[in-house]
């Protein structure tokens, strides 16, 4: 079954030797060679080949190439006075694997592979989404198109300037703001039914596919929060346990941070998490209108 990770299908070992590299380092577990397991094996019972162990069964070999084109957009500004470009890259989608090395000069972000980090955000054939969570079309006869988020600048390649999206995340205190502390000083406990109410709004992972797809965003981008600043200003909203919550309203009662928001619903269709800013938003505009 064949992914873009983050176009890493394609070529996300290629990215390694750019300067864009997660903002910090993940370790993982590492699990001991079946040659140190068998010195501790007891002889009547010897280690089973890892053939036999898989869950995993080997591809069955294909009938033949399965040539797919790519149509990628490059901008290097190092090159000032070259205009951004559309480059083709042909891969055989018959052998293709999790890491491809096609070129190493492509530059895009890519960190965790599982749609949890929101890296990987790119336009692909006309739809914001994370290339880690995105499958190859296998029609070979239609070529796909990957470009930056939209309405962004560009940093380099497939690189989008989220500056501006993250200084308006701070903007909203995206964090617990309690005067009052724990009863007992330990933490701050809320019923299941409160808990429930954080569903669909923590999961946000800040990949900007839903503000980068949104019309409005586009047009007032400056002002207008965009969906999922909102969608986590919300969520903060909604905690019983945040005692600031007068003060997170009063933010946003004015005609751009909040109203510019037409129902467009762009955003929900594009959420590659599955979830619904434009739902968030509404209950904002609720919010401030029966305070």
């Known amino acids: 079954m064949a992914t873009l990770r983050a176009s890493s299908r394609l ?27 068998s010195e501790s094996t007891p002889a009547s019972r ?31 500004p190092d090159e000032p006075t070259s205009k951004p470009r559309m480059q083709s890259y042909t891969l055989d989608l018959s052998k293709t ?9 492509l530059t895009f972000r890519r960190s965790c592979r599982e749609g949890i980090c929101g890296s990987c955000a790119m336009n692909i054939d ?15 006869k239609h ?4 470009y930056p988020l939209p309405h962004t600048y560009v940093v380099k390649d497939l690189v989008p300037d989220l500056t501006l999206f993250y200084k308006q995340y701070k903007s909203i205190k995206p964090y617990l ?15 299941r039914e409160d808990r429930k109410k954080l569903d669909g709004l923590y999961e946000c992972i800040l990949c900007a596919c839903c503000s980068t797809s949104c019309p409005s965003y586009w047009w007032n981008s400056s002002t207008y929060l965009g969906p999922a600043v909102l969608m986590q200003s919300y969520r903060w909203i909604a905690d019983s346990r945040d005692e600031h919550k007068a003060e997170r309203k009063a933010q946003l009662d004015n005609s751009m941070s ?3 928001c037409h129902t467009i619903l762009n955003c929900t269709r594009t ?21």
């Open 126 to 140: 006309g739809v914001n989404t994370l290339a880690c969570l995105c499958r190859i079309p296998t029609d070979t």
């Open 46 to 76: 010897p280690p089973v080949s890892p053939s036999k162990t898989s869950t995993i069964g080997e591809p069955a070999p294909g009938k033949g190439p399965k040539i797919k084109t790519f149509h990628i957009y490059r901008w290097n």
């Open 177 to 191: 703001q309690r005067d009052t502390p724990s009863p007992d000083g330990k933490e701050i406990r809320q019923s």
């Open 143 to 146: 070529e796909s198109r990957i």
């Open 11 to 37: 070529f996300a070992a290629a990215a390694r030797p750019t300067v864009f590299r997660p903002i910090a380092a993940r370790t993982y577990a590492t699990v001991d060679p079946i040659s140190k397991l």
């Open 97 to 105: 694997g999790p890491m491809n090395e096609v070129d190493p000069t």
């Open 258 to 260: 909040v109203y510019r």
């Open 271 to 291: 959420c590659p998490k599955g979830l619904n800013p434009a739902r968030a938003i509404a209950e904002i505009k609720k919010t401030l209108a029966t305070a």
